[in-house]
């Protein structure tokens, strides 16, 4: 159980141009989901915070008209990289949080297989 | 600000021997600590969870432990495979549910 898939899984694009990235938890609600880029052989960067029905919290610095988060439903959110340009050339991965049933039992999250963005 | 480290060197062990990383953190108290396998081009794989209460925690061939006073969470992966390669990632909990990453470390476990 708890697997999260994402699509596309990997991406080229041209600059100037929108790339909608999509992460589904497929066997569990999610009401939580992150989103994180990585850089080749660096930490996984938390980009934002998404929870189901309302916005999402950006982390400082990252810029929110840039990066869209939509969380739609409790198994789908989805990313839109907006008027996308080489520097944004990255690997994205979304996870999932699935919420603890227990009281003060620690969440974990779920990794999907990650989005490899390529801006021409 | 909190930091973790983990050392960025990639790490060389022979088949059948044990495995020790080490995950260190500064400036922060968490109530647990994770360990995640992450292959090249994937989204990391949870691993192992450890509370802040528990010295060691196993699973199989894994092995963590957690040392609050030392700030400090060593990995051990007994009887090494070459199926054992991976960067692996230690993570600790921050607010909202968020996790503080640390770089991983690479594993590689030689034929």
């Known amino acids: 159980g708890a697997v999260v898939s994402q699509h596309p899984s990997w991406v080229i694009c041209k600059s100037g141009t929108s790339v909608k990235i999509e992460c589904r938890s497929l066997d569990f609600q999610a009401t939580t989901m992150f989103w994180y880029r990585q850089f080749p052989k660096q930490s996984l960067m938390l980009m934002a915070t998404s929870n189901e029905g309302s916005k999402a919290t950006y982390e400082q610095g990252v810029e929110k008209d840039k990066f869209l988060i939509n969380h739609a439903s409790l198994t789908l959110s989805t990313l839109t990289v907006t008027s996308a340009h080489p520097e944004d050339s990255s690997f994205y991965i979304c996870s999932a949080d699935q919420r603890g049933t227990l009281a003060g039992v620690p969440d974990t999250q779920y990794f999907g297989p990650g989005t490899r963005l390529t801006v021409l | 600000s909190q930091k973790i480290e983990q050392n960025s060197e990639a790490l060389n062990i022979q088949e059948g021997k044990t495995a020790t990383l080490t995950c260190n953190y500064t400036?922060?108290?968490?109530?647990?600590l994770q360990w995640y396998r992450q292959d090249p081009g994937r989204g990391p794989v949870f691993l192992l969870l450890i509370r802040e209460n528990e010295k060691e925690k196993r699973k199989e061939r894994l092995k963590v432990t957690f040392d609050t006073t030392l700030k400090q969470s060593l990995f051990h992966i007994t009887a090494s495979q070459p199926a054992d390669s991976a960067t692996y990632l230690c993570?600790?909990?921050?607010?909202?549910?968020?996790?503080?990453w640390g770089a991983g470390t690479k594993l590689i476990i030689k034929p």
């Open positions: 993570a600790l909990e921050a607010s909202n549910y968020q996790l503080i």
């Open positions: 400036n922060y108290s968490p109530a647990y």
